[in-house]
């Protein structure tokens, strides 16, 4: 098999190594149920806590992560994403894109919302978080917490966009269409879902099997023909070319089964997600920096925060002086930042730093809060009925 030459990447791609280990704070949060205790009091002391996530707390799904212990950059040295100037410009970059994307999209179909994303659910159901930015693109928060606001970042595979029109066009229909086109890689992604190749959350099976499967969905298959892969145009700038502001009419062109063509000038569809290299939607940031200028406190779960999209926004929080708890595995970005002059003593109301599975430590903190709401619930019931019956007894005595 052959494969086309990648253009070197000019950008370099940030915090790739090893990041330093983070200071536990408060010292006793190093258990999960210290970490507990810690954030129950964080809480305390943060009213309309926003959550800040990242990839790592859809590993319990079965997606990869980029920096954690076994993320695709520490497993898979030479992986680098696709660049977005890379992806407008380069027709084979594209057919390489969209090829792998093809065989990943099964698996983060399959993919499910895990225990971590009901937990922040019912976080916000307890009325102790206000809202969630995610920098992930897996759609898992709004599927498990619709009626909880999510702010997608970094956007969404979910649907495909035009980069001439900006219509959306959902993913599963992309992908029916990529099936009808490429009969050859439908084949070869059927004789890959028999062979449980895709079932298995195991990197190591996987790669046995000549697959890597990396965070946003795709998957690598060392010396694929990706040359041979087409890709539709958007069906709008099919039927209704966009006029370009020197009054020509933009072109798009397919050949007879129905495939994208160089020969256009529009119609190229791209994944509605923030390629590495390209500016976060307008609205999408104001959004953001919205939520954080509005929120008591900022909840970080399963990020290095190494992009500077989401760093910035924890910076703004520390900025604010509003209380920042981090939960993930490995180091973070500048963490040191959030956490200067805090009180030594201080319980976790001033701040946390955990490094512990969020897959573990989220469903227990609920599970304490659910019960401290139900104490603190039947105490007031009772200082309640006190007072209610203290009245009572008093009317009698004045009647």
């Known amino acids: 098999m052959t494969s086309f030459p990648m253009r070197k990447p000019y950008m370099r791609i940030p915090y790739t190594d090893i990041l330093a280990s983070p200071t ?10 210290g970490a507990i205790a810690a954030i129950q009091e964080f809480f305390k002391a943060s009213h309309s806590t926003v959550v800040l996530s990242g990839a790592g707390i859809s590993v319990a799904s079965g997606l990869a992560d980029y920096r954690g212990p076994k993320g695709t950059y520490r497993v898979n040295k030479t992986y680098r994403p696709i660049y977005y100037s890379e992806f407008i410009q380069n027709h084979e970059a594209r057919k390489r894109y969209w090829a792998r994307s093809f065989l990943g999209w099964t698996t983060l179909l399959k993919a499910k919302p895990n ?7 019912h976080l916000g159901d307890l009325g102790l978080v206000q809202s969630v930015i995610t920098q992930n693109v897996d759609s898992f928060h709004p599927k498990a917490h619709p009626q909880l606001p999510t702010i997608e970042l970094h956007g969404y595979l979910r649907s495909c966009v035009c980069t ?32 449980g190749a895709l079932d298995t959350e195991n990197p190591d099976e996987r790669r046995a099997k000549g697959l890597r499967t990396n965070p946003d969905g795709d998957v690598d298959l060392p010396d694929a023909p990706y040359t041979t892969f087409r890709y539709p145009s958007c069906p709008r700038c099919l039927t209704a070319p966009l006029i370009a502001t020197d009054g020509s009419r933009a072109r798009v062109e397919i050949d007879a089964d129905g495939a994208w063509k160089p020969t256009s000038t529009a119609g190229i569809l791209k994944p509605a997600v923030t390629m590495f290299g390209e500016n976060i939607q307008a609205s999408v940031k104001v959004e953001a920096e919205h939520a954080i200028e509005n929120a008591g406190g900022l909840l970080v779960l399963g990020t290095s925060l190494a992009t500077y999209s989401a760093w910035r926004l924890a910076k703004r929080a520390r900025d604010r002086g509003i209380p920042i708890a981090i939960i993930n595995l490995g180091g973070v970005r500048g963490e040191d930042t959030f956490f200067v002059d805090l009180d030594p003593s201080q319980d976790g109301r001033q701040g946390v730093r955990a490094e512990l599975s969020i897959g573990e430590l989220l469903p227990g903190l609920v599970e304490h809060m659910r019960q401290s709401s139900i104490i603190n619930s039947a105490q007031e019931d009772h200082d309640h009925s006190a007072e209610h019956h203290g009245a009572s007894v008093f009317k009698d005595m004045m009647s």
């Open 24 to 33: 536990i704070i408060p010292k006793t949060a190093n258990t999960i149920s």
């Open 115 to 121: 225990a971590s994303h009901y937990a922040v659910k």
């Open 164 to 195: 001439s029109c900006h219509e959306e066009l959902p993913r599963d229909t992309f992908q029916h269409e990529l099936a009808r086109l490429n009969p050859t890689w439908d084949a070869f992604l059927q004789e890959v879902l028999a062979s």
